[in-house]
Each structure stands twice: as structure tokens, then as C-alpha cells.
């Protein structure tokens, strides 16, 4: 079947500190892989996103590499800031836009 | 441009009561869904729909109705509220699959607490 596993949270980290958010995934075939964010209070919002393997997404300084080797597609980002305190979730999408999601990591990023 | 919009934002029921979450969407996607968040869970997909008149069966079903009369809205029902459907309710809406990677809009939640 299709799943995805992300590192349990919460995470804590001091400002300006190296962020990784681990992500795996089971599926057939070749599934397009996404992070989304959500900040307190807001739905869901595309952080950024990898069609294909070796892809690698990027956007507001975070960064994600699709991995089919590993099966992996991890979230970075060199250094972090206040605002970017918020819950952190992994995605694939399969065809027949079937969205599979991971459970969630919660950052809290402070001064 | 809205995007997604749903109501109420937020409700509280008694066990047994009916309601209707409302989603509407202005991009003219053909898919639209309904979540379920709870705490440490993640999202769990309840109904999703392919286009007006044709909807289908998410992972979490159970207690709930959907319909699909025009491509804008998406209501999702609940017959005889229950504790257990105590969440937070997403919609969200994406485009016709094809080529690349479609993307999911998501509405700002509807807080729901059955009591």
C-alpha cells in the first residue's frame, strides 16, 4: 500500500540552528512527494515539492531531495527562524490524485 | 481570489444532532476532498470526489455524507454527531490529474466538538 512515515516530534531547535525532518515512504510505482506547513490556527499550505527522483524541491530556504533509493525525502533547512515555528507534513501523491499524508512534526523554534 | 472557503469555523454539537460543514472553491478544480485531523494523527481522508455528481469513500467514512452537485461545493454531513468526530475538518480542492505534480489547496478548518 501507500504510506508515508515522519519522524515523531515535537522538535525544539534555538533560532538560526540546522533543521532536518526525516520522511519515508512505501508506494508503487513513482509518487510525486510534497511537505506542506501549517501554522498555528491556518490550514495546510504547500511548502514545496518533487516529481520525480533526484528532484529536488526547494523554498524558503528549506530544501527536500527525492530519494527513490531510500525512499526518502527529508526536510532541511540550514538555519531556521522564529517563524518558521509551525507543523510539518509529508505527502505523496499517487495517480488518480490520491494523497497520502504522514503524521505530522511539530517545530517550535526559539529565541 | 478565495481559494477554498469553508464554514462554520467553528461548532459545538450535542451527540445526536446533524449538521452540514460547507466547502466551497473558486479555482474550478475537479477534485475535492474532506480530512479529518486529530491530535498525532495526521490527516485522514473521509471522501474525496472527481467531479460534480461522482463522489467516493475515503480511509474514515463512517457517520458522514457527502454530495457533489456543482464543481464549486462540497458539503460534508454528519447524521447523528458523535464524540468520536470531535476533530478538525479540512477541505481541499485540486486540479484535473495529469502531467506534474498537482497540489493540494486547503481550506482554514472547521473546529468541531461533539458533546
Known amino acids: 500500500g501507500n504510506s508515508v512515515t515522519q519522524m515523531e516530534g515535537p522538535v525544539t531547535l534555538s533560532e538560526e540552528a540546522f533543521l532536518t525532518i526525516n520522511c519515508t515512504y512505501t508506494?508503487?510505482?513513482?509518487?510525486?512527494l510534497f511537505w506542506y506547513v501549517q501554522y498555528p490556527g491556518e490550514g495546510l499550505q504547500l511548502l514545496l515539492k518533487?516529481?520525480?527522483?533526484?528532484d529536488k524541491g526547494s523554498n524558503k530556504g528549506f530544501e527536500a531531495t527525492y530519494r527513490k533509493e531510500t525512499t526518502s525525502f527529508h526536510l532541511e533547512k540550514g538555519s531556521v527562524q522564529v517563524s518558521d515555528s509551525a507543523v510539518y507534513f509529508c505527502a505523496l501523491r499517487r495517480t488518480g490524485n490520491q494523497f497520502y499524508f504522514g503524521t505530522g512534526t511539530s517545530l517550535t523554534v526559539i529565541p | 481570489n478565495a481559494g477554498v472557503t469553508q464554514t462554520p469555523k467553528f461548532r459545538i454539537l450535542k451527540i445526536g444532532q446533524s449538521m452540514t460543514l460547507q466547502c466551497t472553491q473558486d479555482m474550478n478544480h475537479n477534485y475535492m476532498y474532506w480530512y479529518r485531523q486529530d491530535p498525532g494523527m495526521g490527516l485522514k481522508l473521509i471522501y474525496y470526489?472527481?467531479?460534480?455528481?461522482?463522489?467516493d469513500k475515503g480511509e474514515v467514512p463512517n457517520g458522514y455524507n457527502v454530495s457533489r452537485s456543482t464543481t464549486e461545493d462540497f458539503p460534508l454531513r454528519l447524521e447523528l454527531a458523535a464524540p468520536s468526530q470531535t476533530s478538525v475538518y479540512f477541505c481541499a480542492s485540486s486540479p484535473l490529474d495529469g502531467l506534474g505534480a498537482n497540489v493540494l489547496t486547503f481550506g482554514a478548518g472547521s473546529r468541531l466538538t461533539v458533546l
Open positions: 470526489s472527481v467531479g460534480a455528481g461522482i463522489t
Open positions: 508506494a508503487t510505482g513513482y509518487p510525486s
Open positions: 518533487a516529481t520525480k527522483a533526484d
